[in-house]
């Protein structure tokens, strides 16, 4: 079956950097990505929905400016975490559709 | 927007017990409801889905139906393995054309020998 591959699986960062997540559908070709973020104990929140060639479509209340989503290709998405902070750290997982239907194998950020 | 109430874990089970895993939402319109499952160290997969009123979704022995009057998609299974250990997700998605999916918190499942 299909398959999105994220990488990396987890990172350590310190506080002040960047960090980029990548998304690649590896049979399959995804116009659209959708990135969601975990917290301990919660939720997936959907954070953004990419597009192959346009700008993202951000949910209420996620910054564009801190959260770069760069959708080059057919088979590859990514987010950039800019300028991490601890309350950053959390687990980031993508998606391919339809809605649901693929998931990433996410990515815990910890920020230090 | 949607909400899913979905019942806390940790859930800790003998093999071979019974399984239900309690979800309830709110939804404007016909949401589809999907059941996710994450393995450890793995992403999540779509475990089951129902897309209207009375619908059973079924897979690897796990059931839920999709109950309009009470909201509800609760998911069973009358013997689970040891291999069932997992976090289990509920999620309603938004109706029409609008794919958003709402996700419950999730309930970690173990299950002993």
């Known amino acids: 079956g299909a398959v999105v591959s994220q990488h990396p699986s987890w990172v350590i960062c310190k506080s002040g950097t960047s960090v980029k997540i990548e998304c690649r559908s590896l049979?399959?070709?995804?116009?659209?990505m959708f990135w969601y973020r975990q917290f301990p104990k919660q939720s997936l929140m959907l954070m953004a929905t990419s597009n192959e060639g346009s700008k993202a479509t951000y949910e209420q209340g996620v910054e564009k400016d801190k959260f770069l989503i760069n959708h080059a290709s057919l088979t590859l998405s990514t987010l950039t975490v800019t300028s991490a902070h601890p309350e950053d750290s959390s687990f980031y997982i993508c998606?391919?559709?339809?809605?649901?239907?693929?998931f990433g194998q996410g990515t815990r950020l910890t920020v230090v | 927007g949607n909400s899913v109430t979905q019942m806390e874990g940790p859930v800790t089970l003998s093999e071979e017990a019974f399984l239900t895993i309690n979800c309830t939402y709110t939804?404007?319109?016909?949401?589809?409801l999907f059941w996710y499952v994450q393995y450890p160290g793995e992403g999540l997969q779509l475990l089951l889905k129902a897309t209207k009123a009375d619908d059973k979704g079924s897979n690897k022995g796990f059931e839920a139906t999709y109950r309009k009057e009470t909201t509800s998609f609760h998911l069973e299974k009358g013997s689970v393995q040891v291999s069932d250990s997992a976090v289990y997700f509920c999620a309603p998605n938004s109706g029409g054309s609008n794919y958003k999916l709402t996700f419950g918190k999730g309930t970690l499942l173990t299950v002993n020998p």
């Open positions: 998606s391919a559709p339809p809605p649901g239907a693929f």
């Open positions: 049979d399959f070709q995804a116009t659209t």
């Open positions: 939804a404007t319109g016909y949401p589809s």
